[in-house]
């Protein structure tokens, strides 16, 4: 079974960092998926933050509200997919999750505060 576990959220000041990671289990290769992150704040609709496919020369997509700020990069020997957050806003505040092939992981809270 596919399970995928995120870590890494947390409460930052605007402006700050945070590195995700979501590390997926239960194949023993999953260089040929597709890895993205998406993310929900409280009372609204999940929404697409950031993919990456598979290859030497992966293609990488961001939402537009994302661009500049995030980056996407995926570990093939470590089955992991990351998400480096810069500049962070206070609407960046969300729980963030991971989705490989058709699982989702249970998200992690990232919260933008001062």
């Known amino acids: 079974q596919i399970q995928l576990m995120e870590s890494g959220g947390g409460v930052v000041e605007p402006g700050g960092s945070l590195k995700l990671s979501c590390v997926a289990s239960g194949r023993a290769d999953f260089s040929s998926y597709t890895m993205a992150w998406f993310r929900q704040a409280p009372g609204k609709e999940r929404e697409f933050v950031a993919f990456?496919?598979?290859?030497?020369?992966?293609?990488?997509n961001y939402a537009d509200a994302v661009k500049g700020r995030f980056t996407i990069a995926r570990d093939n020997a470590k089955n992991t997919v990351y998400l480096q957050m810069t500049s962070l806003k206070p609407e960046d505040t969300a729980v963030y999750l991971c989705?490989?092939?058709?699982?989702w992981g249970q998200g992690t809270q990232v919260t933008v505060s001062a």
């Open positions: 989705h490989i092939g058709d699982h």
């Open positions: 990456i496919n598979w290859g030497h020369n992966p293609l990488i």
